[in-house]
């Protein structure tokens, strides 16, 4: 087999298109939108080579247009479960024993698949499956992910390079990286496509196989996403794909004794709970499992006196309300002092009375559909028990519909109490909730922020006084895995900002950077000797003459 030490073609993060009226890249994914709406579309499971078709159809509807059918996928069950595992097992060997080259090169080639051909295609996706208008999903499905793949081609050459400094006299040492022992699962989210793509691909880009299970409501892009890892080479049975019961998929995978990782996105409580039972079943695997996940966050906006009223309010309008407020980022807790109140108040309100909201063919809604029924009936039960709340101030929104789609207005909640409800709890949707505080009490309230919420995710300081912004800084340390100055707490972008929180927000691994691709390799030091001892008796043994 030929050799050479391999440079990769140096990353850049890929440009984000502006779909402009008149456009190129407009025309072609209205196009697209057009022909994804025009058909219905038949979603098999992808077990190793083969599509696998049920019978037991689930629907596909866009949370903005309901009574519309995108098409249907096959569920599955606990047999298809075991032989997604079985296949990526079978397939581990082969895999693992690609030169690193050859798998970088696949999943450079799926980059440029997203960033040409696919294009179009996958935002129009994530549009319609997502509710996404086409700003959020072309830096989402097609810019986010694409700078996932390459980047972490990158990350792997660079874990490859890391070797021991020093080899001492007729010694050799070397390190080699290799893929974990098993299968890892990767469970993925509804909210951003590049996250579906980027689990269960860093994973497998350092040799592993993996069994891929996305949210039942971000299947219409994740098969997509499958399409482009075929066509760019990925072999029959690396990347399994399947859509089964949450709980039936977990005592299948969590029981197996080659479970080796698991490379989550989702909520607290289901990463808990799946802690939980891997610690339960710890005496059945072959080796101690990966376990990797970032999941919720309550996310803060804290404004000084010293803030610019103009940069507080965009990082809140846009940090709180960008697709509906369903980023494990979004604003959703904003700490203003009382000096600017009125004026940020009064900007919230003529801005948000601006927002147009509808589907998102019409370019020129800023607001969509929230992603199912579920979700908008949670939300609306919050939304009406402030309402009902005599403490509670509504500045903005509480309106809803749900005749056509999944639609809740962005609302703003003003409230007297800093541990109020949803100032403390996840609701993952359009909902900011504002607490003012006294301009002299800024001591008081960095303590509130960092112990209000059990998350730590993101959080952003607003502030043109630079003892403030240190002093923020500082005793936020652990309030926030992603902390953002003069900005709002979202948009992290691969290369730059990678991104991942601790406390209840996960085990902070980093996702788009070399940090998260050394979860998913277990290294083996080599020391090799040229001319080994060949006498156990050292100098010190021996008699003084």
């Known amino acids: 087999m030929l050799k050479g030490f391999f440079n990769v073609p140096e990353p850049v993060n890929e440009p984000v298109l502006n779909y402009g009226p008149r456009s190129l890249e407009r025309a072609a994914l209205k196009a697209a939108l057009n022909e994804a709406r025009s058909q219905q579309v038949d979603i098999p499971m992808y077990i190793g080579g083969k599509e696998v078709r049920t019978g037991k159809l689930m629907e596909l509807r866009p949370p903005h247009d309901h009574k519309h059918l995108l098409g249907t996928f096959h569920w599955g069950n606990k047999t298809h479960i075991n032989d997604a595992i079985n296949a990526a097992l079978a ?53 986010e992910l694409i700078d996932f793949l390459r980047f972490n081609v990158h990350y792997m050459t660079e874990i490859y390079q890391q070797q021991p400094p020093v080899s001492g006299k007729g010694i050799w040492n070397r390190v080699e990286q290799r893929p974990l022992e098993g299968f890892v699962f990767a469970l993925t989210p509804f909210n951003f496509t590049a996250i579906a793509g980027n689990l269960p691909a860093s994973a497998a880009m350092m040799g592993n196989v993996v069994v891929w299970k996305p949210a039942d409501t971000q299947v219409y892009a994740a098969n997509v996403v499958m399409q482009v890892f075929k066509e760019a080479g990925v072999p029959d049975g690396v990347i399994n794909l399947i859509y089964a019961d949450g709980p039936e998929v977990g005592d299948v995978v969590f029981n197996h004794p080659d479970f080796a990782g698991i490379h989550f996105t989702g909520s607290t409580k289901v990463f808990q709970h799946i802690w ?88 020129e809604n800023f607001i969509n559909a929230v992603i199912s029924e579920v979700s908008f009936d949670k939300l609306v039960k919050y939304i009406e028990a402030a309402k009902a709340d005599k403490t509670v101030e509504l500045i903005a929104g509480g309106k809803y519909d749900k005749t ?53 995710l993101t959080g952003a300081i607003i502030s043109q006084d630079r003892y403030a912004i240190a002093d923020a800084t500082y005793k936020l340390r652990n309030a926030a895995g992603n902390f953002y100055i003069n900005d709002k707490p979202t948009g992290a972008v691969v290369g730059q900002q990678p991104f991942g929180g601790a406390r209840g927000s996960g085990t902070n691994d980093k996702a788009g950077s070399m940090i998260n691709l050394l979860r998913w390799v277990s290294p083996r030091t080599i020391k090799e000797t040229f001319d080994p001892p060949k006498d156990y008796r050292y100098p010190f043994l021996q008699k003084e003459a």
């Open 91 to 143: 397939a581990k060997a082969d895999w693992e024993n690609l030169p690193w080259e050859q798998r970088a090169a696949i999943f450079l080639k799926a980059a440029e698949l997203f960033a040409g051909p696919y294009r179009a295609k996958i935002n129009a996706a994530t549009m319609l499956g997502q509710s996404k208008n086409a700003y959020q999903a072309e830096i989402d499905a097609a810019c």
């Open 404 to 456: 056509r789609g999944w639609f809740v207005e962005p609302t703003v909640l003003h409230v007297q109490d800093p541990y109020y409800v949803t100032m403390c709890e996840e609701l993952f949707g359009p909902v900011l909730t504002v607490y003012v505080y006294e301009d002299d009490k800024w001591d008081e309230i960095l303590n509130i922020v960092d112990n209000t919420s059990i998350y730590a």
């Open 276 to 363: 939980q039972t891997i610690g339960t079943n710890i005496h059945k695997y072959k080796t101690y499992p990966r376990i990797v996940g970032e999941t919720g966050g309550k996310d803060f906006v804290l404004a000084h006196p010293s803030a610019d009223v103009d940069v507080l309010s965009t990082a809140l309008l846009r940090g709180a309300f960008e697709y509906q407020g369903q980023k494990c980022s979004a604003a959703s807790r904003a700490y203003i002092p009382a000096s600017l109140w009125p004026a940020v108040k009064a900007q919230l309100q003529t801005e948000i009375a601006g927002f147009k909201m509808g589907p998102v063919e019409d370019f």
